[in-house]
């Protein structure tokens, strides 16, 4: 077993210890003053490191706004093909079936979030956040979020997936699903005539803010947004008897999330993220940390009787390979179809019936031959690209405020969670959604900064809602590789799971329970040391 690094490597020094020579003393032998040795300063492991993925590295984008969009410098020349048809298809913008002209192209919807992969992963990294015209206001969300919301029934506690209780998946909204898609093709709904390519329901966003003032004085506008659903399709006229105005529905907004160096993540084995785990804070520094163990798509499709693995995807590590996590949102967020996910999101629904009917069955998410919509060699190929995008490599490390801030992040304990490093596996057989792993990922050291955990985040992050075995107040530790050069990439990218954060600086703010302590030590920090560990964050 490979053990996650620690994450102080200290300095070392020889010291050079002269002495008189001769058989005889004398009294300035006797009489020498002690030598006191010089105080070692132990140094983060990580402070010097420019390669954050190892060979899997970029170095050629920094500053770039295409800095996520880079294949792994390490990939074979059939595998650069592969990833580049995936990079062409993550593009892709799908259109409603039939589309006789290109059908390859058909088969989005009926109701989805987004026709594109990159709708929501713009240039690989976060989407922009949608804000209203006035701070006051509210908007519609439509063809330019990148962020949608998850809905089921509130449905207790579920701690250990099994057969019996369909391992631990959410309890859909009846007629609705698990996710809330707000658009739709032309003629998705009954009443489609009044509502022109609507969707599921209309989802409505504003936000409140508050002030947050630091000990010196220094104040910071916090926002937080606020959803609202409106013309249900099963009760446009009256929401209140839609089934989603029911006081056991539970919603929680999902941001799209940078997309490179996730093969990477999977690599990490499940016995060095396991050992981890501090379910009961055994060493009580206030962090715990516990595994989200869930249902593996790929495993059930290979007849594997107990088809459950740890969860290392999504905002609440509730998808287990890049694989199943790219083909979901490929049939969820777009509505296309493939051969993990072969039916429609809403099939067997009342909507979805209504639809086939009014439509004469032109769109029933196959093709003339039955088969999905999207083809192996597509879905293949898109899953291939986030498998083997490159982490582009720090910025800055000889800054001397970047040095500073390196070591303030360790002394207030924010690696507690975002643990700097891990090596990935070098088993010869090593599979990644049950296809064999790319070679360049194996046996590199990568410092991603993640548990990838759960973690209760407190109740200013809480969404109420379970997923999996993740509770309502936990959140999977974000890697924090790359992300200074969100910004870059996409200005108007936001962060934390429903984009609230428009800075760094926001984010930790936002940092509540199990990790309150170490955000508390971050507000104590004079203005100038808190600015050296956001330009820490921002070299990384």
């Not at 170095?59 to 048809?85: C, K, Q, V």
């Not at 990079?87 to 919807?109: I, K, R, Y």
């Not at 057969?163 to 959410?170: A, I, L, P, Q």
């Not at 898109?382 to 490159?390: N, W």
Request: charged content about 20%.
């Amino acid at each position: 077993m490979i053990k996650a690094i620690k994450p102080y490597t200290p300095l070392f020094f020889s010291l050079a210890m002269l002495s008189g020579c001769g058989g005889g003393s004398s009294s300035s032998d006797t009489n020498t003053t002690p030598v006191t040795p010089p105080i070692v300063e132990e140094l983060p492991s990580y402070i010097d490191v420019s390669a954050l993925a190892g060979d899997a590295t970029t170095h050629d984008t920094n500053n770039s706004g295409h800095g996520f969009s880079t294949p792994m410098p390490n990939l074979s020349p059939a595998e650069l093909n592969l990833h580049l048809d995936g990079d062409t298809d993550f593009e892709t913008a799908f259109t409603t079936a039939p589309n006789d002209t290109h059908p390859d192209l058909d088969g989005v919807g009926p109701v989805f979030n987004n026709n594109n992969c990159n709708a929501c992963h713009q240039r690989d990294g976060r989407p922009s956040t949608v804000l209203p015209s006035t701070p006051d206001g509210r908007i519609k969300l439509g063809s330019d979020a990148g962020i949608f919301l998850r809905v089921s029934l509130a449905d207790g506690v579920c701690n250990q997936p099994n057969s019996t209780n369909d391992y631990c998946k959410n309890t859909p909204v009846p007629g609705f699903g698990d996710q809330l898609f707000h658009r739709g093709v032309l003629q998705a709904r009954e009443d489609w005539q009044q509502n022109h390519f609507g969707g599921q329901a209309d989802v409505y966003l504003s936000y409140k803010y508050t002030e947050f003032t630091y000990p010196d004085g220094h104040t910071v506008t916090l926002k937080q947004p606020v959803f609202e659903v409106d013309n249900a399709w099963d009760s446009p006229s009256n929401y209140s008897l839609s089934e989603l105005a029911s006081s056991d529905v539970q919603f929680s907004a999902r941001n799209g999330m940078p997309v490179f160096g996730l093969g990477l993540l999977e690599a990490i084995t499940d016995e060095d993220i396991l050992a981890l785990e501090d379910p009961t804070d055994s060493n009580n520094d206030g962090i715990k940390g516990q595994a989200n163990w869930v249902f593996d798509a790929v495993k059930a499709q290979q007849g594997i009787d107990n088809p459950v693995s740890l969860g290392r995807f999504g905002w609440k590590a509730s998808t287990p390979s890049v694989r199943q996590q790219s083909l979901a949102a490929l049939r969820g967020d777009m509505g296309v179809t493939n051969s993990l996910f072969a039916q429609e999101s809403i099939a067997n629904t009342l909507m979805h019936d209504s639809y086939l009917s009014r439509t004469n069955y032109q769109d029933t998410g196959t093709d003339a031959q039955g088969l999905p919509e999207a083809s192996d060699e597509f879905s293949n190929a898109v899953v291939f690209y986030a498998q083997t995008l490159a982490v582009p490599a720090r910025r800055d490390i000889s800054n001397p405020d970047v040095r500073a801030g390196a070591k303030l992040f360790s002394e207030i304990n924010c690696n507690g969670c975002h643990t700097p490093s891990f090596t990935t596996s070098t088993q010869s057989d090593l599979m990644l959604g049950g296809v064999k792993a790319p070679q360049g990922i194996k046996g590199q050291v990568i410092w991603p900064f993640t548990d990838m955990l759960l973690h209760d985040m407190g109740e200013g992050l809480a969404d109420n809602r379970r997923d999996f075995l993740a509770s309502g107040r936990q959140w999977k530790t974000r890697p924090l590789w790359g992300i200074g050069l969100t910004k870059t990439v996409n200005p108007g990218a936001g962060f934390l799971h429903d984009g609230r954060a428009t800075s760094l600086e926001e984010a930790i703010l936002w940092h509540g329970g199990e990790a309150q302590t170490s955000r508390d030590k971050f507000t104590q920090l004079n203005k100038d040391k808190r600015q050296q560990v956001i330009v820490f964050l921002q070299s990384l």
